[in-house]
């Protein structure tokens, strides 16, 4: 936005002076220490993260305060998801979310903050790790000291690049949202027992792709995937070490499980060999993390 747009914008998200006077007191012009570490919000700085993240942020303590209602005593867990974004969430972004949320009484539990790099679906990290590391030390020390809350990962299936950095540094306060995983190992144990049902899956999901893909951040390039009906039965588990193939089968997912099959359930008749395929690969998981299966 140019400064006339900013200012405009920044103005209208307020219903009286009185409003805006008082987030401009709780942080224009504070310098905020956190663990070796100052952040200071100058008049653009404020006025630009304002119009980024204030309507959004009113929304989160809505949810909060609805959801204290319906609780009353009990306790639950709330987390703030602002990963899906195009650019990374900025240390001071983060500040002024939590500062803003923990002034009008909201606790959270975790935060996922779109982090630098890309967390694709399904495949490890891609970028700088000693980037990445430089700026979760940031977003920790900033959790630890308002709130000590969880730093969440979003498309945390198979980031085994990092799960060591995102334990140590976190003090083992984190969340990893792994969902995708569970499912690709199901669709393996497909290829592994039902190799002509599979390629079906294979074809529909192929065909479903550009629309599915809609949702998400992914550089697939489907070019590379080897022709399903060139492969021997045998071999077709070997898709699931490739990249593309992995998130071509996990992007379709919504799609696949909502496609009417004369088969009936997919995986039950080989559920111990699901179940087996998807302990390993979890353990996978918690043993990058440096922690012991119970």
């Known amino acids: 936005m140019s400064a006339e747009q900013l200012n405009s914008a920044f103005e209208e998200l307020f219903d009286s002076q009185a409003e805006k006077k008082s987030l401009l007191d709780t942080c224009l012009g504070r310098s905020f220490e956190c663990e070796g570490f ?3 919000f100058e008049e653009e700085d404020l006025r630009r993260t304002s119009v980024k993240y204030l309507s959004a942020i009113r929304h989160v303590i809505k949810m909060s305060q609805h959801l204290c209602k ?14 899906e974004t195009d650019l990374p969430t900025s240390a001071r972004d983060h500040l002024f979310i939590i500062t803003q949320l923990i002034n009008h009484g909201v606790k959270v539990t975790s935060l996922a ?7 694709q679906k399904a495949i490890d990290y891609i970028g700088d790790i000693q980037t990445f590391t430089h700026q979760l030390k940031q977003h920790a020390a900033i959790a630890r000291q308002y709130g000590n809350y969880k730093m969440s990962i979003h498309s945390g299936s198979d980031k085994f690049s ?18 995708g995983t569970s499912y690709l190992e199901a669709i393996r144990t497909v290829a592994r027992n039902a190799p002509h049902f599979y390629r079906q899956i294979h074809k529909f999901a192929l065909s479903r792709f550009e629309q599915d893909r809609a949702s998400y951040q992914v550089t697939t390039d489907l070019a ?19 990249n593309n193939a992995r998130q071509l089968i996990h992007i379709t997912y919504g799609s696949v499980l909502q496609a009417s099959n004369e088969n009936g359930q997919y995986i039950d008749e080989n559920e111990e060999e699901y179940m087996s395929l998807l302990d390993r690969h979890i353990s996978r998981h918690l043993e990058s993390f440096d922690l012991k299966k119970r």
């Open 70 to 83: 319906l609780q009353g005593e009990q306790p639950f867990d709330f987390e703030v998801s602002i990963d």
């Open 224 to 242: 590379a995937i080897p022709e399903v009906d060139k492969i021997a039965d045998g071999e077709l588990d070997k898709l699931f070490h490739e």
């Open 162 to 179: 990092i799960f060591g950095v995102m334990g140590k540094i976190t003090q083992g306060l984190f969340h990893e949202k792994t969902a």
């Open 38 to 40: 100052q952040i200071t």
């Open 113 to 119: 903050p779109r982090f630098v790099g890309q967390f």
